[in-house]
């Protein structure tokens, strides 16, 4: 069953690059690595929840600048 997707409620990897001054790259690799989880795509264009997003960078953030790997980040916020 296809979720209905609010997409006022959705930000493109592009805009999380421009609006939270991250790399495309860094995009990628925390959607591969599961702290930012895709949640519409139309062609190869992805979207993410624009909440989720402002509170996994946030958190992300935080938590490196406490000196956690990403692994760790990664098993704290989602479990994995």
């Known amino acids: 069953m296809?979720?209905?997707?609010?997409?006022?409620?959705l930000i493109s990897?592009?805009?999380i690059?421009?609006?939270?001054?991250?790399?495309?790259q860094t995009?990628?690799?925390?959607t591969d690595f599961g702290l930012l989880p895709v949640s519409f795509k139309k062609g190869?264009?992805?979207f993410y929840d624009k909440n989720l997003v402002k509170r996994?960078?946030?958190?992300?953030?935080?938590?490196?600048?406490?000196?956690?790997s990403l692994?760790?980040?990664?098993k704290k916020l989602i479990g994995i």
Do not use: F, M, Q
């Open 71 to 74: 692994r760790l980040i990664r």
């Open 56 to 68: 996994r960078l946030r958190e992300v953030t935080g938590l490196i600048h406490e000196g956690y």
């Open 27 to 30: 995009v990628n690799h925390y």
């Open 2 to 9: 296809i979720k209905a997707v609010n997409k006022n409620s």
């Open 17 to 24: 690059t421009v609006k939270y001054k991250i790399t495309y």
């Open 44 to 46: 190869n264009v992805r």
């Open 13 to 15: 990897a592009k805009d």
